[in-house]
């Protein structure tokens, strides 16, 4: 019985079979001419299935480095810019590093999807020889991400050591510099960790910053006095905050996480009082429990300066464990500062996961707290705040709320953000549909509506 078959059809059949038909029996003879010849007419061709079928012939067969070396300097620069896309990518495929002359004249093409594809198929075949390129590219243009990405995948021993070299090439842009470091990062290259505390340290300040984040991920117990001068070399505002968050992340991470924040300690320790006010606020945020010792002394001080160092120390703790400390203050201040900041820091760590409490804890503090306000601000935080602690309990706590004018908007939002749980909600669905019900009566707000209306339906929300 004869099949009929389309013309497309056939075509691709035989293109098959004529490849196959010329192709060397065994991997140790030599490829064939007559096919490397017929899968370029192919992929010159206009049949994009066709080319399909010879690409994936030259990428998986056909081998031999001269056949590589005409691909890439010979058709490679004449077809049109979406067949060299995919001719770089069948050469990456090839694994045969004869490609990387036609690759890096690719690399310099006006057009950036192919300059792309050169750069991910240099990162497969090349090594340290073709960093300078890559670097060169780095900060500058849309292809920079590629170039990027390229130099965290490019594989042998001697890419870091010039990645690390050309830090110093004041040539090069201050962005691009900073990436390098925050490339050495993702190549996971400790032996560039000495090089990032030198530079925390140094004066040029987007590239401080750029290597204490190299350090967040990289660093250690042994690289916290570095990042602690790092610190203090950084201006008081967004770069001391992001000095702060890379010592927190070294002080968060790892088995070493304890010492890390030890070591911490014994900086402030070491240091002068003037740089020990500086440093406290970072003692606080790692919150070792030595440094309690620390604080508590201070807020008994005498000293009214002491005492406010103290207890703005104490509102910067990350968790739970100074709540009744705080309880304790407020039941004993009569001074309106230090009450807005005692309160402030209650209504901050009570509803913080993993603090170390329940959320039947978390719920008791913050109510608890709520009974504490003396200004409707503070309690319009509360409300906002307690959708974090999620449980019908706290659905309870919001909703008596809703009935007060100067908290509806806010106890609204808390009912919405409890409501955007939808296990929560069906478990507990009169509940709930009659808060949201009572939201739409008092709300203005029209995300807060919005939300409410699809929850009552049923339906998700996604956050803008």
């Not at 198929?121 to 090594?127: H, M, T, V, Y």
């Not at 110093?168 to 900073?178: C, K, N, S, Y």
């Not at 250690?220 to 070399?233: D, F, Q």
């Not at 603090?355 to 509360?382: P, W, Y």
Request: charged share 25%; proline share 7%; glycine share 8%.
């Amino acid at each position: 019985m004869v099949v009929s078959c389309p013309a497309p059809a056939r075509s691709l059949l035989v293109a098959v079979a004529c490849l196959a038909a010329v192709a060397p029996r065994a991997e140790a003879e030599p490829a064939s001419r007559e096919a490397f010849a017929f899968a370029v007419e192919l992929v010159k061709g206009a049949d994009p299935d066709m080319r399909a079928v010879a690409l994936e012939r030259l990428r998986d067969g056909l081998p031999g480095g001269a056949y590589t070396k005409e691909l890439a300097e010979k058709v490679l620069p004449t077809v049109p810019a979406d067949v060299q896309v995919r001719l770089i990518s069948t050469l990456a495929g090839r694994r045969d590093a004869a490609a990387l002359p036609g690759l890096v004249s690719m690399a310099a093409s006006g057009d950036e999807a192919v300059t792309a594809a050169a750069f991910r198929a240099i990162a497969a075949l090349g090594g340290g020889g073709q960093v300078p390129l890559l670097v060169a590219r780095l900060g500058n243009g849309p292809v920079s991400d590629a170039a990027r990405a390229a130099l965290v995948a490019i594989q042998g021993t001697d890419v870091s050591p010039q990645l690390a070299a050309a830090v110093g090439d004041a040539t090069l842009p201050a962005a691009a510099r900073g990436m390098i470091f925050e490339i050495l990062a993702e190549r996971r290259d400790r032996a560039a960790i000495p090089l990032f505390v030198a530079v925390a340290k140094a004066d040029d300040p987007e590239l401080r910053a750029a290597a204490m984040r190299a350090l967040a991920k990289l660093g250690g117990p042994a690289e916290i006095p570095g990042m602690v001068v790092g610190y203090l070399t950084a201006p008081a505002g967004k770069e001391r905050d992001d000095a702060e968050r890379a010592i927190l992340a070294v002080c968060a991470a790892g088995p070493e996480a304890k010492a890390a924040a030890a070591a911490v300690l014994a900086a402030y320790r070491a240091a002068d009082p003037g740089t020990q006010e500086t440093l406290l606020p970072l003692v606080a945020r790692v919150g070792d429990p030595a440094a309690l010792a620390i604080i508590d002394a201070l807020v008994a001080a005498p000293d009214p300066a002491q005492r406010k160092l103290g207890l703005t120390a104490l509102s910067r703790w990350p968790d739970a464990a100074v709540k009744d400390r705080l309880l304790g203050l407020l039941a004993q201040t009569g001074d309106d500062g230090e009450r807005r900041l005692l309160v402030g820091t209650l209504i901050r760590i009570a509803p913080i996961p993993n603090n170390g409490l329940s959320d039947a804890q978390r719920l008791a503090l913050l109510a608890d707290t709520m009974k504490l306000c003396t200004t409707d601000d503070d309690r319009r935080r509360i409300l906002e705040r307690a959708g974090a602690i999620r449980t019908v309990e706290t659905l309870r706590f919001i909703v008596p709320s809703l009935d007060a004018p100067p908290l509806a908007e806010n106890a609204a939002r808390g009912v919405v953000e409890l409501a955007h749980q939808q296990k929560l909600r069906d478990a507990n669905k009169p509940e709930f549909t009659a808060a949201l019900e009572k939201v739409l009566a008092v709300a203005k707000d029209p995300v807060t509506r919005e939300r409410a209306e699809r929850y009552l339906q049923g339906k998700t929300w996604e956050r803008r």
